[in-house]
């Protein structure tokens, strides 16, 4: 997809009344050609013997009746869809800058029309349904998640999906906020996730790509607060302490992948929240506990299976490429997060 991407009105109207004048135009032309054409063949006769003048004004009289029943009554009666503070509302040409931390700005708008061009829905949906609340294809969601119809009012091609051979995406921006991530997540999706069967689109082009990113990170994530510089998920990167190792770790954090998984504002994730964990006492799958500690969490970083929190997928893969600093970095970083007290 090239750089310039096609224009897409966002205007549209959402009931008859505010149809515009060229609409009815149409309509009252239609319509009147239709009785024209009835009464000019009730009158002429000029039509196959077969079918009498009357038969034919008859069934064009119906089909008018039929259309106006079928269609007009219910949209004039219909209910009119407001936006609301959750509606989709980025316009063409905002710009996000990114809430990870990075220098990275990307078009949320134009990112929208990329997902939609990339046939990303043939995989991923964008709508919560009430069965999917506690399943792995709405991770992190709750009831109040479930999708409405005013989330899609200003997305001309709502990419709804189908399939869901991956993860619905509709607050993925409220999980991973960052647009990092999302980055190096679309060029090598098993960078992160080793049994991913996602493909790689490192053919976008380097806009398309911020661009998309930045589409993701606005999903479940509220646009005021976004341009504000906040999220509704996992919390800017620049506010942790400047000890040179804490900064270490708040940096592989999100080169890593770890923010994928794991937040650092207590919200529930694919793997447990990093927010005052230091020093609690963790359960795990098979019986027994644990405390969070150096040890527990250098043991998880090179061999995550050996010991898996309790509620969990087992799906962290090692990271014994690690170096040792840079562990003792990331161990830091979660003791900088503060204990369970």
């Not at 911020?210 to 506010?239: M, P, Y």
């Not at 302490?241 to 937040?263: F, M, N």
Request: aromatic share 10%; with cysteine.
């Amino acid at each position: 997809m090239s750089d310039s991407a096609v224009s897409i009105t966002t205007e549209k109207w959402l009931s008859l009344g505010e149809a515009p004048l060229i609409f009815w135009l149409v309509v009252g032309a239609v319509l009147v050609a239709l009785v024209s054409f009835a009464v000019w063949t009730y009158f002429s006769g000029k039509v196959p013997r077969s079918i009498t003048p009357g038969t034919l004004g008859s069934l064009v009289g119906l089909l008018i009746v039929w259309t106006f029943f079928l269609y007009l009554v219910p949209a004039m009666s219909a209910t009119q869809v407001a936006p609301t503070d959750r509606t989709w509302s980025w316009q063409p040409g905002d710009v996000l800058q990114d809430p990870g931390g990075s220098a990275l700005e990307g078009e949320p708008y134009r990112g929208y029309q990329v997902y939609v061009a990339n046939s990303c829905a043939a995989c991923h949906t964008l709508y919560v349904r009430p069965q999917d609340l506690g399943t792995g294809w709405s991770e992190g969601t709750g009831s109040a998640d479930v999708a409405r119809a005013e989330d899609y009012l200003f997305m001309p091609e709502p990419p709804l999906g189908t399939q869901r051979n991956g993860p619905d995406l509709s607050f993925i921006g409220r999980r991973i906020a960052d647009m990092t991530y999302q980055i190096d997540h679309l060029v090598d999706p098993r960078k992160y996730k080793p049994d991913s069967i996602m493909p790689s689109y490192s053919h976008l082009s380097e806009r398309d790509r911020r661009d998309l990113a930045a589409f993701l990170v606005t999903l479940g994530n509220s646009k005021d607060q976004l341009l504000q510089g906040g999220t509704a998920g996992a919390g800017a990167l620049d506010t942790v302490d400047l000890d040179p190792q804490v900064r270490l770790g708040a940096e592989l954090y999100r080169s890593q992948g770890c923010v994928g998984c794991h937040s650092i504002d207590g919200r529930v994730n694919v793997g447990p929240t990093w927010k005052g964990t230091w020093g609690t006492e963790r359960e795990i799958e098979g019986g027994g506990s644990v405390i969070v500690d150096a040890e527990y969490l250098r043991e998880s970083i090179l061999k995550p299976n050996a010991k898996i929190a309790k509620g969990y997928p087992a799906a962290m893969p090692p990271f014994d490429r690690l170096s040792d600093e840079e562990i003792d970095a990331l161990i830091a970083y979660i003791e900088s997060l503060g204990d369970g007290e």
